[in-house]
């Protein structure tokens, strides 16, 4: 492609200031293509269910900051609800992952299930609690 | 031992009715201007009150008169010589004491240009009762009313800092923090569809993604997911009505159904896993 020969000459202050350069969008591009063909699909479930934690917790924050923190628990025990979920989520999909197996030799993928249901439920029944 | 206290007493009472009686001679006051000018100039008399005196902002009152005994007729010079200012309807008083000579005559002078830190705090239109005290160790005591004296009107008396606690203090009004209220109908609706909105987002995703869950209905797989789920419905229940104790009892319970189904779940999963591999 013919703009990135000169994309790749160091930038000027003019042209840093262009937000997706040639040469970063191509990066991004690469990293999306690489992540869609070497993940498995229940890799990307999980992805896909890490992904709306994210949104969700971001979305009561922003509420909690612009409109109003009353009732404050709830705003608590929601937005403790995706924190929490993301974090249990992530050890999951950490855990599960097969390029990961050197790392986790004592743990199986099933165990790392069990331990995620069982932190989720306790996980709930204090959000549960909160929420009043 | 008797008590000499009744004994005392008698001798007091027989010294009083033996003590001499103490009478004012030849009593004057004198009302000089600033300029020396005299206002009003008239002998006292101790059965009949003058006329009230007026004192302006820069007149003088001379007092004079002669402390005898009256039985010998001789001057004495009495222990305690006092004027007493008392004002009737504040209750303020002062007590000047009045040099007396040993020949029982004295000489009082109350100057308005520099008064005396004696004088009570007057008030408009209320006069000073003025009255001579007289004490001795060995005449019975004088007391004599005087005049009246209008003075001109004196700063207040100035408040004892504890004066407030001994009235009734103000009711106290308490104030709290106003109830916090919930934003519009309306913002509350869009928020509400905008948090909900990341579902939508999962679903969609889920749906590109179409995950395969090929044993999820196989029979030893089944009972943990159902168990999973009764979990899940069991704490929403807590949450709509149910009690502490009831749902930690309930969850005991059904934990151990739940430990039992994931067991046989988890390991049917691990020998397909292993299998596979």
């Keep these: 492609m013919g703009p990135k020969a000169p994309a790749k000459q160091p930038q000027q202050v003019a042209s840093q200031s262009i937000p997706a350069t040639p040469a970063s969008q191509n990066a991004l591009d690469s990293l999306w293509k690489a992540y869609n063909d070497t993940t498995s699909s229940r890799l990307k479930t999980v992805d896909a269910f890490l992904v709306f934690l994210m949104l969700s917790g971001v979305i009561q924050f922003l509420y909690c900051v612009l409109v109003t923190n009353f009732p404050f628990n709830a705003f608590l025990a929601g937005f403790a609800s995706t924190v929490g979920q993301f974090v249990l989520t992530a050890s999951l999909r950490s855990q599960v992952n097969p390029a990961n197996r050197a790392e986790f030799k004592e743990v199986s993928p099933e165990r790392a299930f069990a331990d995620f249901a069982m932190g989720s439920i306790v996980l709930h029944f204090f959000v549960f609690n909160f929420l009043g | ?277």
């Design chain 2, 1 to 277: 031992m008797y008590s000499l206290r009744p004994l005392f007493w008698l001798l007091l009472a027989v010294a009083a009715v033996q003590a001499s009686v103490l009478s004012l001679q030849s009593p004057r006051f004198t009302i000089l201007s600033s300029s020396a000018e005299q206002l009003r100039s008239e002998p006292l008399s101790v059965t009949q009150k003058p006329a009230p005196l007026t004192l302006g902002a820069s007149d003088a009152l001379k007092l004079t008169f002669q402390v005898l005994d009256k039985d010998e007729g001789k001057g004495v010079q009495p222990h305690q010589t006092f004027l007493r200012f008392y004002d009737e309807i504040s209750g303020e008083e002062g007590i000047q004491p009045v040099r007396v000579t040993s020949g029982g005559k004295a000489k009082f002078e109350l100057n308005m240009a520099r008064p005396p830190a004696s004088i009570p705090p007057t008030s408009a239109g209320i006069p000073l009762k003025v009255e001579l005290i007289i004490g001795s160790f060995v005449h019975s005591p004088l007391k004599v009313e005087l005049f009246e004296l209008f003075l001109p009107e004196s700063h207040p008396a100035p408040q004892h800092p504890d004066e407030a606690s001994f009235h009734p203090l103000p009711p106290i009004h308490h104030t709290f923090r106003p109830e916090q209220k919930l934003p519009p109908r309306i913002i509350s609706a869009v928020s509400a569809v905008l948090v909900l909105a990341p579902w939508v987002v999962l679903v969609g995703l889920w749906g590109h993604i179409r995950p395969s869950v090929p044993y999820l209905l196989s029979p030893s797989i089944l009972p943990f997911i159902v168990t999973l789920g009764a979990f899940e419905t069991l704490l929403v229940w807590y949450w709509v009505d149910l009690k502490l104790g009831q749902v930690l009892l309930y969850g005991g319970i059904l934990s151990v159904f739940a430990a039992l189904a994931g067991r046989q779940a988890l390991a049917t999963k691990g020998d397909l896993r292993v299998g596979r591999k």
